[in-house]
């Protein structure tokens, strides 16, 4: 009887020792995996700023397809504006082509003095 | 390519259609009031209006015809146009003339006081009185706003016109005063006034030389001088000539004016106008 008492004695002993080690071990391993290298910090930087970067690239590119898409719109309604105002002045069938324009001449026109009062003296010689 | 372009052909009918859509008739109705919102003929800034709207017209058609830069036959076609001018009463309008180089036999009143007429018309010319004849048409076209009737904006009623149009702000209507100014041009040197307009300045251009002094009936000789040639290059834009030249004899004959009245001023006119 009292050999059974001690095997269960230190039975128990040992499953108290084992308990704790595996405990120990386990809080070593925890603080393990919490504590980071300086190698790791360092990955772990690059990766954010990497995927920082693409982020930006994405958004840059989502803007820059949005304003070419309000572009043609603009485009689009500017033209069919003008389309709109020729409907409305009954324009018919004219067709609108280049015509030039010369204001030098026009500006030589417009310098040539001529008097009213002379001229109707000048008609009735 | 083909297919990018077909894609952009569809999406361009579909905007012009729906933008057709929105213009409604009442729309369209406003639009002309407001363009036809007239002011009195007297209004200052009215005025300047019409002469902005001719000096558009003016040097279109001196960026189509290339402008003889002569001082004398111009100061002496200066002289007789503007003594006709003061005939017509428009004291306010400060007339400008010149001469285009073309064979066409042909003469423009731009809008605003603007008068041209080609070497092609001075070239078949016999005469002073011709040459009067001429520029009275053009100024009565021009004192009657002929051009600005034909745009087809009068139709609320004729004595209202375009040019109170320009003291509106905005876009459109800027943009519809350009094309105006275009369409003005291309009824001035391709399409041409009606044959009622013509008539009317008919009328008035007899009724100016009787008043000056010269003889009414070297205008009709004229017209029968551009009826003769008009097989072979008078310009399209006077299609009727037959029928003013009939108008005209009935005109004279009812009015009882005498050939042989009336001075023609042979020898002046061949002394300036030298082509």
Same mark, same amino acid.
């Given at each position: 009887?009292?050999?059974?008492?001690?095997?269960?004695?230190?039975?128990?002993?040992?499953?108290?020792?084992?308990?704790?080690?595996?405990?120990?071990?386990?809080n070593?391993k925890?603080?393990?995996e919490?504590?980071?290298?300086?190698?790791?910090?360092?990955?772990?930087?690059?990766?954010?700023?990497?995927?920082?970067?693409?982020?930006?690239?994405?958004?840059?590119?989502?803007?820059?397809?949005?304003?070419?898409?309000?572009?043609?719109?603009?485009?689009?309604?500017?033209?069919?504006?003008?389309i709109?105002v020729?409907?409305?002045?009954?324009?018919?069938?004219?067709?609108?082509g280049?015509?030039?324009?010369?204001?030098?001449?026009?500006?030589?026109?417009?310098?040539?003095?001529?008097?009213?009062t002379?001229?109707?003296?000048?008609?009735?010689? | 390519?083909?297919?990018t372009?077909?894609i952009?052909?569809f999406?361009?009918?579909?905007?012009?259609?729906?933008?057709?859509?929105?213009?409604?008739?009442?729309?369209?109705?406003?639009?002309? %009031?407001?363009?036809?919102?007239?002011?009195?003929?007297?209004?200052?800034?009215?005025?300047e209006?019409?002469?902005?709207?001719?000096?558009?017209?003016?040097?279109?058609?001196?960026?189509?015809?290339?402008?003889l830069k002569?001082?004398?036959?111009?100061?002496?076609?200066?002289?007789?146009?503007?003594?006709?001018?003061?005939?017509?009463?428009?004291?306010?309008?400060?007339?400008?003339f010149?001469?285009?180089?073309?064979?066409?036999?042909?003469?423009?009143?731009?809008?605003?006081?603007?008068?041209?007429?080609?070497?092609g018309?001075?070239?078949?010319?016999?005469?002073?009185?011709q040459?009067?004849g001429?520029?009275?048409?053009?100024?009565?076209?021009?004192?009657?706003?002929?051009?600005v009737?034909?745009?087809?904006?009068?139709?609320?009623?004729?004595?209202q016109n %375009?040019?109170?149009?320009f003291n509106i702000?905005?876009?459109?209507?800027?943009?519809?005063?350009?094309?105006?100014?275009?369409?003005a041009?291309?009824?001035?040197?391709?399409q041409?006034?009606?044959?009622?307009?013509?008539?009317?300045?008919d009328?008035?251009?007899?009724?100016?030389?009787?008043?000056?002094?010269y003889?009414?009936?070297?205008?009709?000789?004229?017209l029968?001088?551009?009826?003769? %040639?008009?097989?072979?290059?008078?310009?399209?834009?006077?299609?009727?000539?037959?029928?003013?030249?009939?108008?005209?004899?009935?005109?004279?004959?009812?009015?009882? %004016?005498?050939?042989?009245?009336?001075?023609?001023?042979?020898?002046?006119?061949?002394?300036?106008?030298?082509i």
């Amino acid at each position: 009887m009292q050999i059974i008492i001690f095997i269960i004695f230190i039975f128990l002993i040992l499953i108290n020792n084992n308990s704790f080690a595996n405990s120990k071990s386990n809080n070593v391993k925890k603080e393990r995996e919490n504590s980071f290298s300086f190698e790791e910090v360092d990955q772990l930087r690059k990766k954010s700023t990497e995927l920082l970067k693409t982020k930006k690239t994405v958004i840059r590119e989502q803007n820059k397809s949005s304003l070419i898409r309000n572009k043609k719109r603009l485009r689009l309604r500017a033209v069919s504006a003008r389309i709109g105002v020729r409907g409305l002045l009954d324009i018919g069938e004219l067709e609108k082509g280049k015509v030039s324009i010369n204001y030098e001449a026009l500006s030589w026109v417009e310098t040539q003095e001529l008097s009213e009062t002379e001229s109707i003296e000048f008609l009735n010689q | 390519m083909s297919k990018t372009l077909l894609i952009f052909f569809f999406v361009f009918s579909i905007s012009v259609k729906t933008d057709a859509e929105v213009v409604k008739p009442q729309k369209k109705q406003n639009f002309r %009031i407001r363009l036809n919102n007239s002011i009195t003929e007297n209004d200052t800034k009215l005025l300047e209006n019409e002469i902005v709207f001719g000096r558009g017209i003016a040097s279109k058609l001196l960026g189509k015809y290339e402008l003889l830069k002569d001082k004398k036959i111009n100061n002496y076609i200066g002289k007789i146009g503007t003594g006709i001018a003061a005939q017509f009463g428009r004291k306010q309008v400060k007339y400008f003339f010149g001469i285009l180089v073309s064979e066409e036999i042909n003469a423009f009143a731009a809008s605003g006081g603007y008068i041209f007429i080609t070497t092609g018309t001075l070239k078949i010319l016999e005469n002073e009185a011709q040459l009067a004849g001429v520029l009275a048409h053009e100024i009565s076209h021009d004192k009657r706003k002929h051009i600005v009737e034909n745009l087809n904006l009068n139709d609320i009623s004729s004595e209202q016109n %375009i040019y109170s149009a320009f003291n509106i702000l905005g876009g459109a209507v800027r943009t519809a005063l350009e094309k105006l100014n275009l369409i003005a041009f291309q009824i001035l040197t391709e399409q041409g006034l009606p044959e009622n307009d013509e008539y009317e300045a008919d009328i008035d251009t007899i009724q100016t030389l009787q008043k000056i002094g010269y003889n009414p009936h070297s205008y009709v000789k004229f017209l029968n001088n551009t009826l003769l %040639i008009s097989k072979r290059k008078f310009s399209s834009t006077h299609p009727s000539t037959e029928l003013r030249i009939q108008k005209l004899n009935e005109f004279l004959v009812s009015k009882k %004016i005498s050939k042989d009245k009336g001075k023609l001023n042979t020898d002046r006119f061949g002394f300036y106008v030298e082509i």
